[in-house]
């Protein structure tokens, strides 16, 4: 128990971008919150245990929880925007540990939170069970206001039931100087990108890094969208029963085999020290990247969302958010509602502060990234535009964890294995057919 | 959950784990017990080298395995060594084929216990008589057969016990694993302990307890027939001395 329970702080402490990187397993991989997520003894139910503020107020008292932020400041934030709330006193709850976990079980309780944020709004468990309430009418005419793809996945069945806080997204980063050096142009489709991987692998230098697991885990996603496919069909059913997935998917074991990939670096994907120590010259990874990049590389890097396939795909970079839900257990749902939507709608100056003062986001209001100085120029600035632009929320909200788990096991197969795509993705449909039928009863 | 192909893999993995990592530990902690006890100079010192390990978390070694000793890249420790040797880099935990993560696991796991098994043995060693050794020289005894005769035999209690902990203790196969294993939220479906995949079925974001549960029933189960089982065999041996 206690082993563990130190595995969770060094968890904390590898680093300041954990809990980003927890939002983005959630969408796109099985079972989230793997390094945070340690024995789950920590259940959190004690509302405000973990430092509170309460906001100067009359009326209802709203409890409010965040999981635990990496960056320093963020608490204090979010602290000053409750207190600045007239209608209600609102206590703010920062939960450390398996937030994802904690708060799923204690909506179930007296003890939830009445307004709280989960990684890519609530699951479809939690909305077919009742357990969060319909926010569609807060966002009212705002809706094309906020990035469209994340919207989506925080809707069912026409109603949304979270508001976005900030969008982080993850892209192909490369090093523009090794680039240029081998005379490769930024590669457009995924046979320019294999072809410049083998290029530029060199020594010591790989040329592609896509994580420890060689994509595995991160590029299923984006590899069914570079070919046009996505992981369900506009009308929910399994999307990628498609002789284009195999061959898209089959491309990353082509990557594998080439052995142009960087495969255990010291520090994941979501870390920027494989590229600015220059073990790889291109790395997918996360935008929240971006300071350290910076501060090793100055401007010598550029980026580029994950190729299409061929002219009939599509070029993407998955987004995910934050999303502000309300729990139905509250014991007043109308008070909490107004304060998501005082928050997270109306307060625009404190959501663009949120989004970029103490880490790098982008605001998921479209018409706030203009205004925000970190987002203006350079690789930031493009960045927004391809998140804006081809965007694509991680994991559609029907694709339950257990088809997430099937899906992972199939790609690391199909990657590190190299079996044969089209076998795994029927196993996968296998799993997938019965828990999508499961979901829509 | 037995038709979950992916649980009977796991279930597979453990009783290949456990029958290769408790005779292992048990014949290295014995030999390291015996060399110790032979020492004459810094018999201490030694001891406690051999032990200081044990005293080490799980998570804290098999991180320093994971990144620093077998990172995948030249300047991970093993890398490093093949390097001198002119050999290309492993990336020795994202190989599925050859399983160079088996290598990982068991050299983490015996690192940690051999220095507790190893005191275990040698307080059996200390507690054998030093009259039956000289009973044995005078009888002409030496080498392998004092230790085949007296040393073995002698130790029937002390091996009865560090069995059935290192079987316990194989059984109960999590931290490492997880830690060396996972990448972020993800697992790979090969070296998955029944621990390990039940954390993800039940705690996990899967939440499914139901499924969860019968998996902690069915390997409750095992446990306690091999429990028994091996009770049954080192009892049946008692009667013979």
Known sequence: MSDKHIGQEIGQALGAHLTRRSLFALGGAAAVTGALAACGSNT???????????????????????????????????????????????????????????????????????????????????????????????????????????????????????????????????????????GITP????????????????????????????????????????????????????????????????????????????????????????????????????????????????????VLPWPALDGSGK?????????????????????????????WIDQTQDQLDFATSYGFHIPSRTSLISQAATLKSGQAAEAAKLAT????????????????????????????????????????????????????? | MLADPAFRSSLVTFLAFAVFIVPTTFVISLGAALLVARTRVMQSFFRSVFFLPTACSYVVAALIWKMSIFSGIRS?????????????SIPWLSLADPPWYWLVIVTARLWLQVGFYMILFLAGIQRISPTLYEAAAIDGAEGWKVFRHITLPQLRATSTAVLLLLLINAFQAFDEFYNILSTFGTY????????????????????DFGHGSAGAVILTLIIAVIAVAQGRILRLGDRGE
Request: glycine letters at 12%; proline letters at 5%.
């Open chain 1, 44 to 182: 959190g139910r004690e509302p405000a245990a973990t430092g509170g503020a309460s906001g100067g107020g009359s009326g209802a008292t709203l409890n409010q929880w965040y999981h635990q932020y990496g960056e320093a400041g963020t608490q204090q934030a979010v602290e000053k925007y409750a207190a600045a709330y007239k209608d209600a006193t609102v206590k703010v709850s920062w939960k450390p540990g398996d937030y994802d976990q904690s708060t799923a079980a204690s909506l179930l309780t007296d003890a939830g939170p009445d307004v709280f944020e989960y990684g890519n709004g609530p699951t479809i468990d939690m909305i077919k069970g009742g357990q969060v309430v319909d926010l569609t009418d807060l966002i009212g005419d705002t809706k094309s206001d906020f990035n469209p793809s994340i919207l989506e996945r925080m809707t069912y069945d026409g109603k949304t039931y979270a508001i976005p806080q900030v969008v982080d997204m993850q892209l192909l980063v490369y090093r523009k100087s090794m680039l240029d050096k081998a």
């Open chain 1, 315 to 343: 070029a993407s970079v998955p987004v995910g958010a934050y999303g502000s839900c309300v729990s139905a257990k509250s014991k007043d749902v109308a008070a909490a509602k107004k304060f998501a939507k005082w928050l």
């Open chain 2, 76 to 88: 991970g420790l093993a890398n490093g060594v093949l390097g001198w040797f002119g050999i290309d």
């Open chain 2, 188 to 207: 790979p479906p090969y070296a998955r302990p029944p621990l390990v995949y039940l954390y993800y079925t039940a705690l996990g974001s899967g939440q």
């Open chain 1, 187 to 302: 590669p457009q489709t995924i046979d320019e990108l294999i072809a410049a991987a083998k290029k530029l692998t060199q020594g010591n230098v790989k040329g592609l890094f896509l994580g420890n697991d060689g994509g595995a885990g991160l590029m299923g996603g984006p590899m069914l969208w570079s070919a046009g496919l996505d992981y369900l069909t506009k009308d929910n059913q399994f999307g990628f029963d498609d002789p284009r997935a195999a061959t898209a998917l089959g491309k990353l074991r082509e990557m594998w085999d080439a052995k142009v990939l960087l495969l255990g670096a010291p520090k994941d994907w979501f870390d920027a020290s494989a590229l600015t120590s220059g073990l790889t010259a291109m790395q997918f990874t996360g935008l929240w990247t971006f300071p350290d990049i910076k501060k090793g590389l100055g401007d010598d890097f550029g």
């Open chain 1, 389 to 441: 632009d081809v965007g694509h929320a991680q994991s559609p909200i029907l694709w339950t964890p257990k088809c997430a788990t099937a899906f992972g096991d199939a790609m690391n197969r199909i990657v590190k294995e190299g079996a044969d795509p089209a076998g795994e993705i029927a196993k996968v449909k296998a799993v997938a057919d019965p828990e999508l039928k499961r979901v829509l009863a």
